[in-house]
């Protein structure tokens, strides 16, 4: 696969003497939908914002299909689509807005395009964009981003603001515009919707990558099931009570495959890191 | 770094400015010609220009005031020097141009119904382009030095431009003023008189032959035009939202 995205080493800081970023490495691939997950404030999207240009590191570097991202070269900006967590106020028509924005895109697919929109259930282009909903304005940009077919997507928190089928809907869209060349990065915390979405899970902890994993591989050296509070089984990492039962997170000592929660993964590498961590970097070595 | 210029990013962004505006300017050059309509023969030109202007110039780059617009604008896959082009060309070219036109109009309907209504047969004054002080070079000159300073202003000041581009220029005036008055004192001694001393306009310029600063102030103008615009594009260049 080839790599998309390189960072080394980077330190970005808003303020003197709070680090936002330290240290901080990373390597994306195309043909992967990563999800980008941690807590609040931890630069989740300071690094979307990082990858497109949008701010500057004070330290290390960052490499981006072969641009440096502070340069805003308009090759690499017609490669990648971001589309942030709150969007751009026009009042521009969608037919309107696709004349101005599409041919900036090479790869911008006009077929494409209105098919998602029907997807999408959006029936008319002449609606003014300022007249539409939050959900559905929002659905109009991820359809003009996966249109673009640029090969990076970087989408904030795109699911904030979709009513329940459209998550659904999402899904499937984002799933269809996936190819080999093209790399999606989820930032997100509703990571129920993500479940058989994304293939790698990258969750930010401490303002450095405390997993990055893909989910073959976490199938292969996690459970994701529901026990018993009396368990006492040395493999389980962490449990939680639901209304079904206690879920547990357990070392897959069987070879056995089950669906991997991402939520569930999260709360247990925040609770038990060390043990995670060590699982993943035992099994790699 | 490629700082090439594509003529075509330039138009579409030309384009994508007038469709995302087209009703706003319909709206905002017709009220200009019916200003200059009403105010016709006034010599008002000069005055509308210049606050009409600064605003247009000034809210040239509103988009960073507003995050998720200032991301947009910064990911638009062109240059910065195809977005400082656009823009000046957008804020001098056009809005120059559109004056005129507004004014041009606004002038001779104004004339026409002022000579219809009063039954009297008044020539049309076309104050811009007659008279000395009015001439349509030197004005142009002027009005793109000083768009110039409000486009950076717009850079620079991400909240309230138009308010804070004008208390710099009245800050940095002051100042200059201040100095020169030191100076003065220094150099000349007590004898300088604060009410004569105004940046670079003092009495002992002002003894200085007239035809040197009729050539040297649109040098100036213009020079001062092109660092400005120098200048903004290294600070777009710097712009982080």
Not at chain 2, 134 to 163: C, D, E, N
Request: with cysteine; proline share 3%; aromatic share 12%.
């Amino acid at each position: 696969m080839t790599k998309l995205i390189t960072i080394k080493d980077l330190n970005f800081q808003y303020a003197k003497n709070a680090p936002l970023l330290s240290n901080f490495s990373l390597d994306l691939e195309a043909g992967h939908i990563y999800g980008l997950l941690g807590k609040n404030g931890e630069g989740k999207s300071t690094l979307l914002k990082l990858i497109s240009g949008l701010v500057f590191a004070q330290g290390g570097s960052i490499d981006v299909m072969g641009f440096k991202p502070q340069l805003r070269h308009p090759n690499m900006l017609q490669d990648i689509y971001f589309l942030p967590e709150d969007l751009y106020q026009t009042s521009l028509s969608i037919e309107k807005y696709e004349q101005a924005y599409a041919p900036y895109y090479p790869h911008f697919n006009a077929n494409q395009f209105n098919q998602l929109l029907t997807e999408f259930e959006i029936d008319s282009k002449k609606a003014s964009l300022s007249k539409l909903s939050h959900g559905q304005k929002k659905k109009v940009m991820i359809a003009f981003g996966l249109a673009t077919n640029t090969k990076l997507l970087l989408l904030d928190e795109p699911t904030n603001g979709l009513d329940i089928p459209s998550k659904a809907q999402f899904r499937r869209m984002v799933a269809s515009a996936m190819n080999r060349e093209r790399c999606l990065i989820i930032s997100t915390h509703q990571v129920r919707y993500l479940d058989g979405l994304i293939d790698n899970i990258t969750i930010m902890d401490h303002h450095k990558i405390s997993f990055n994993e893909t989910v073959e591989d976490i199938k292969k050296k996690l459970t994701f099931k529901l026990g018993n509070r009396t368990d006492t089984d040395e493999s389980i990492i962490y449990t939680e009570e639901t209304i079904q039962g206690f879920c547990q997170v357990k070392e897959n000592l069987t070879g056995e495959e089950t669906k991997v929660d991402i939520e569930l993964l999260f709360n247990a590498l925040m609770t038990n890191k060390i043990r995670i961590q060590a699982l993943f970097s035992k099994h790699d070595n | 770094m490629n700082q090439s210029i594509n003529p075509n990013k330039i138009l579409l962004q030309l384009k994508q400015y007038f469709l995302e505006n087209q009703e706003k300017e319909i709206m905002y050059w017709s009220i200009m010609t019916l200003i200059f309509t009403l105010m016709h023969q006034d010599g008002t030109f000069l005055f509308i220009l210049s606050i009409s202007g600064l605003i247009f110039a000034a809210r040239q780059f509103k988009a960073f005031g507003h995050t998720p617009s200032g991301i947009h604008y910064l990911m638009i896959p062109a240059t910065q020097t195809e977005k400082i082009i656009t823009a000046v060309l957008l804020n001098t070219v056009y809005y120059f141009t559109m004056s005129v036109v507004a004014y041009g109009i606004g002038n001779l309907l104004g004339s026409t119904l002022f000579n219809n209504m009063m039954s009297s047969q008044s020539e049309i004054y076309w104050s811009l382009f007659t008279g000395e002080r009015h001439q349509i070079w030197s004005v142009l000159i002027s009005f793109v030095s000083t768009q110039a300073i409000y486009m950076l202003g717009s850079l620079i000041f991400t909240k309230h431009p138009v308010r804070k581009t004008i208390l710099t220029i009245i800050a940095v005036t002051v100042s200059l003023y201040i100095i020169e008055y030191f100076v003065f004192q220094l150099v000349f001694g007590n004898e300088t008189k604060l009410t004569n001393l105004l940046p670079f306009f003092s009495e002992k310029f002002a003894d200085a032959d007239d035809s040197f600063f009729k050539v040297l102030t649109p040098i100036m103008e213009s020079v001062l035009a092109v660092v400005l615009w120098i200048v903004s594009y290294f600070r777009l260049a710097e712009k982080e939202v």
